[in-house]
Nanobody, 125 residues
Framework: QVQLAESGGGSVQPGGSLRLSCVVSGHTGSLYYMAWFRQAPGEEREGVAV???????SYADSVEDRFTISRDNDKNIVYLQMNSLKPEDTAMYYC???????????????????WGQGTQVTVSS
């Protein structure tokens, strides 16, 4: 069973930075898509960033040029470097992955089978 464990969340002032990590265990094959989602109170879960097995990323418009997703395939870890944080970035952040070879809409939660428990990010002055 694939398990994901996020870490790195916390409270930060606007303009600050955080780095989230997600360790994936219980799977020995390739994980073609590894992604970060977030959900604010009262809002739907939204895709933030995804990285494919070849390292190519995609981002939501709201985080483009501020967030960077990366992965270490040897260690099965995916990272999300978040810079220039804004109050609207406040949310629970979730790591997700799938064993599917292809996902039609990589920033849509329907494409993912395995989820972590989440790590809270709060941006406030």
């Amino acid at each position: 069973q694939v398990q994901l464990a996020e870490s790195g969340g916390g409270s930060v002032q606007p303009g600050g930075s955080l780095r989230l990590s997600c360790v994936v265990s219980g799977h020995t094959g390739s994980l073609y898509y590894m992604a970060w989602f977030r959900q604010a109170p009262g809002e739907e879960r939204e895709g933030v960033a995804v990285v494919r097995d070849d390292g190519s990323p995609s981002y939501a418009d709201s985080v483009e040029d501020r967030f960077t997703i990366s992965r270490d395939n040897d260690k099965n870890i995916v990272y999300l470097q978040m810079n220039s944080l804004k109050p609207e970035d406040t949310a629970m952040y979730y790591c997700a992955t799938t064993t599917r070879v292809w996902v039609m809409r990589p920033l849509n939660e329907d494409g993912y089978d395995f989820w972590g428990q989440g790590t809270q990010v709060t941006v406030s002055s």
